[in-house]
């Protein structure tokens, strides 16, 4: 039979457990250690016991102070607060250093044998009350395992995305190919995010360097559907407003004619088959020719 | 209230932006645009907008409309300096601009009218009429 406590209960029972982590906290503190430095899961090799050690006190210090409010099962509550921040500072750094989720969440997961151990011997007689506390005390123990594992897997996902954002600016270069002639070559599909980073370092580098024409290379953009020839259109009208006038080159011929069988309007914007042919305009546009040096014999 | 002023420049008008656009100074600017441009019988006009970092659809539209009173008149008119957060939002919005030419800014604005126009470089002073 499982009991489900109510409030008077539930105030007795917190505050009877609470006075146990107090009373009873350097032993606690004790057998937590051993619990923890008998586990397979404890990793020598990234933690040293007396960090570990220190780790595991301040656990406990924080904890007994949110018990005394009597709150036992919202650890989103302010009481709790310093519970939480003491458990993300170690999620994280613990991520960091290379341990598993499980092995993190085993920090928290471990103290119940200690707890339990203590409660048991507190001289709570009552044995029916005895199990309603370690219950309580597991729901909790729980809780503030899972929250470990939630904020690791928080803080993979920051790491993740910011190197995505980092590839986003890697994979959009510009390059200057000739004064007052920029170059764009694109490798990969073309989405949204992907066109506004691109427009913006275009647009930025024309600026700069006072260029007049943009070359966009799409021989590395494996499919052109609607969307992607908007992106495409798109970066083309925006530098024109900046000043600068756009060429797309690199157009295979499966391409073209996708690109005709859609329908897209490419009247506003010059496209050439290969990035030397547009090179060649280009140079042209601006008034340029080259011209090979004949050696003599 | 202010109105914004225009500077002659041999045979072009040059008009700076620097504030905030409102309907009276818009209409203000045309009609003097337009008067200033029969008057001094200019061939060209460059609107220079490298103070504006936040430009909207109405100002966009102004711009084309500018463009095109101008050109009705027989000058060319060329957009300069238009930053890129700009041109960004502009496209953004779907208001290409494509009546409306456009340059990075002063200097390269004048060559692009000078090309169009087919008028040299300043220092050659032909008798104007």
Known sequence: MVMIPDSSTAQTMTTSIANVLVTERNEILQEWMHQQLSLETMRADLISEADLRTESDRFLEVLARAMQSGNFSDIRAPEYKPVLEVLDRFSRSRGLQGFTPSETATFVFSFKQPLFNALRKSGDKDPAEQIENIWAANLLIDKLGLYTTEVYQQSREEVIRRQQEEMLELSTPVVQIWEGILALPLIGTLDSARTSVMMETLLQTIVETRSQLAIIDITGVPTVDTLVAQHLLKTVAAARLTGADCLISGIRPQIAQTMVHLQIDLSEVTTKATLAEALRFALKRSGRTIQSEISRE | ?129
């Not at chain 2, 609107?47 to 000058?75: E, H, K, P, Y």
């Not at chain 2, 692009?112 to 032909?126: V, W």
Request: proline share 2%.
């Open chain 2, 1 to 129: 209230m202010d109105r914004i002023p225009i500077l002659r420049m041999g045979d072009f008008l040059l008009v700076t932006i620097q504030v905030d656009m409102h309907d009276q100074l818009a209409s203000a600017l045309q009609d003097d645009l337009t008067s200033k441009i029969a008057e001094a019988k200019a061939k060209g006009i460059l609107i220079d907008i490298s103070s504006l970092d936040i430009v909207d659809s109405f100002i966009g539209r102004m711009l084309a409309n500018t463009s095109a009173m101008a050109r009705v008149l027989g000058a060319e008119a060329v957009v300069v300096g238009m930053q890129p957060a700009v041109a960004i939002t502009l496209v953004e919005l779907g208001l290409n601009l494509s009546g409306v030419h456009t340059a990075l800014d002063v200097e390269k604005g004048m060559e692009m009218l000078r090309n169009r126009i087919g008028i040299p470089e300043l220092g050659n002073t032909d008798v104007r009429f």
